[in-house]
């Protein structure tokens, strides 16, 4: 073969050039070393590992009971809060903690329709209802001005929901004991009751935001009675049945997409919940299962997770039969004893969390109270809710429980589904008050990204290594009870394929992982 001279020239230039490159540190590649991997899990490190074949729920939402705009001032004198003061609430609510639900109770049945309407259920006659007007209640408002509640609270926090790209949801709960309740409600097997929610639906339809004009919304769950199993309220499962096959079938056919939340239990052991539910006709207009968190302290476990699991259960046997999903929700704590908003209450809600989605698979969870007002000045004895607003209505504070229920409902959002999360090496035995030591859950999102949460629940520092999950960088935040009010972000970690994330967990600390 011949090479002519030229030839030659144009390779020794073609070489030289790409020596000077590599020496010189020129073009666009990156010579440098990778990063080292993360080391492999301690010996004694906990293990815990995602198994992302096993799906369970599809999460749906964190509500509450949301107050305002009237509350009760220093002095005792009725104040509406400020317009700074009302949004920098719902910003906090509806943005960083990530509330996208809301429970709203209607007034005093005895003023809601005081007398029959006009003794037909199939007609409205509208002056013999008062949806709007204001009455006096044990929230810790001086009042409760519905017509208010809708236009300056709900519906700004709905926006605030909305902007998010996430569905809004609403609910109306009737929380009377029956002794309270029109006994003509109950006529003609429950149409008169039916009447009267129909007329409410349609009311909270006719409600205004100025200056945008009509906004329509309608709820998507509605509640028979609050806590029908709690005996002062004195309602039976026939009681509840009944109205519940009335009011489903009234939203039917005014088209209303509104579905039955059944049967809101005081205990969810109670024995109603599968009474009213199994009854024939019942599973097709239900919408969600739920049940409040009473029947146990709420500081240490439950004393049986058995009824949990049997919502559980029903809930999947009454989907199959339905051929769509229906859910589970714990849709009410609070209040007790030594809880005052400190981080012993904040890990109270955390471990409500984790035993309620891995015991009854919700798909909601809530507190009683969003927001609430302080005690005394400063707030120096704390409160029930994530939010309480200064006896001067001009301040707010978020304390430990605001920063311990965010570890879950800022990450875990709408339509993420929870897959297998376990302890599966150097698992301690569980305390016989609290349970696991260890308390893992994993949500994968619409996109396929891993969140996970992870409760230390022991008073020593612990390594705790999480195997299983993508390659991926992931952000670490968490609490604990050191930085109980200030989250503490942890340096990222990036893993590679079958790489183990190592982090030492203060004692008690919450930790959540979400993967970029």
């Not at 939402?61 to 719902?90: C, E, H, K, Y």
């Not at 007007?133 to 926090?157: H, M, Q, W």
């Not at 052991?269 to 968190?293: E, K, P, Y």
């Not at 997770?305 to 046997?317: E, H, M, P």
Request: aromatic share 10%; hydrophobic share 40%.
């Amino acid at each position: 073969m011949r090479i002519h001279f030229r030839q030659v020239v144009q390779l020794a230039v073609i070489l030289a050039l790409g020596l000077c490159i590599y020496c010189c540190g020129g073009g666009t590649s990156d010579n440098s070393p990778p990063p080292p991997p993360p080391p492999p899990p301690p010996g004694n490190a906990i293990q815990v590992t995602l198994q992302p074949a096993q799906q369970f729920q599809k999460w749906e939402a964190w509500r509450g009971t949301i107050g305002g705009p009237w509350f009760t001032n220093a002095s005792g004198g009725d104040q509406m809060l400020s317009s700074t003061v009302l949004n920098g609430i719902l910003d906090d609510l509806g943005g960083d903690l990530g509330i996208n639900g809301v429970r709203f109770e209607i007034g005093s049945a005895q003023q809601l329709e005081a007398v029959n309407d006009d003794n037909d259920p199939n007609h409205i006659n509208w002056p013999g209802f008062d949806f709007a007007k204001v009455y006096r209640s044990n929230t810790g408002e001086p009042f409760t001005d519905p017509v208010l509640k809708f236009r300056d609270v709900i519906l700004p926090l709905k926006d605030r929901v909305r902007t998010r790209g996430e569905r809004f949801y609403l609910y109306v709960s009737m929380f009377y004991p029956k002794s309270k309740v029109p006994a003509f409600w109950f006529n003609q097997n429950g149409a008169e009751y039916a009447e009267m929610a129909q007329a409410a639906i349609l009311w909270l339809q006719q409600q205004s935001v100025p200056p945008a004009g009509f906004q329509a919304i309608t709820p998507d769950y509605w509640v028979i009675f609050n806590e029908p199993d709690l005996g002062k309220n004195a309602f039976t499962a026939d009681d509840i049945a009944t109205l519940t096959t009335a009011t489903a079938a009234r939203f039917n056919s005014q088209g209303f997409p509104t579905k039955i939340q059944s049967t809101e239990a005081l205990n969810v052991g109670s024995g109603m919940i599968a009474n009213v539910l199994n009854r024939a006709g019942i599973a097709q207009d239900l919408g969600l299962i739920s049940f409040h968190g009473y029947d146990y302290n709420s500081l240490l476990m439950p004393p049986t997770f058995t009824a949990r699991n049997a919502v559980r259960t029903l809930a999947q046997n009454l989907s199959a039969s339905q051929g769509r999903t229906i859910g589970t929700a714990m849709t009410e704590i609070c209040c007790h004893s030594g809880w005052n908003g400190n981080y012993n209450h904040a890990l109270g809600w955390a471990r409500d969390i984790y035993w309620n989605m891995t015991e009854a698979n919700i798909s909601v969870w809530e507190p009683l109270s969003l927001m609430f007002t302080c005690a005394q000045a400063g707030c120096a004895s704390g409160g029930q809710s994530p939010v309480l607003i200064d006896t001067d209505l001009q301040r707010t504070f978020k304390l430990a429980i605001y920063y311990g229920l965010r570890q879950f409902s800022k990450y875990i959002r709408p339509d993420y589904v929870r897959v297998g999360f376990a302890c599966t090496q150097n698992c301690p035995a569980p305390d016989s008050t609290t349970g696991e030591i260890v308390k893992p859950v994993a949500f994968r999102s619409p996109a396929g990204k891993i969140v996970a949460v992870v409760i230390n629940d022991q008073s020593a520092s612990q390594s705790i290594s999480l195997l299983g999950l993508p390659a991926a960088t992931y952000d670490i935040v968490g609490v604990d009870p050191g930085n109980a009010q200030s989250p503490v972000t942890y340096p990222a970690q990036t893993i590679g394929t079958g790489q183990a994330l190592t982090v030492t967990f203060p004692a008690q600390g919450i930790l959540t992982f979400a993967q970029r």
